[in-house]
């Protein structure tokens, strides 16, 4: 499964910055755009991971649980 998230990556005076729109508590940095890339990514895989144990976490036991598939 995969999503396809909006980046946007500044140029501060040290790192690039990179952010998500979709995910706006996901951030990254790195010396160079890829190395700002990749930080972001793990950034974002961090919060939907924190987000899905949250969830489910507080759900009730009796509960469907089931994945889809979203392309």
Do not use: H, W
Not at 37 to 66: C, F, M, N, Y
Request: a negative charge; proline letters at 3%; aromatic letters at 10%.
């Amino acid at each position: 499964m995969y999503y396809n998230f909006t980046a946007i990556f500044e140029k501060g005076e040290k790192y690039y910055i990179g952010y998500c729109i979709e995910i706006p508590e996901a951030n990254g940095q790195g010396k160079n755009i890829d190395e700002c890339k990749q930080s972001l990514i793990e950034a974002i895989k961090l919060v939907l991971e924190d987000r899905k144990t949250d969830i489910i976490r507080s759900l009730p036991g009796d509960v469907i649980k089931e994945e889809v598939r979203v392309e």
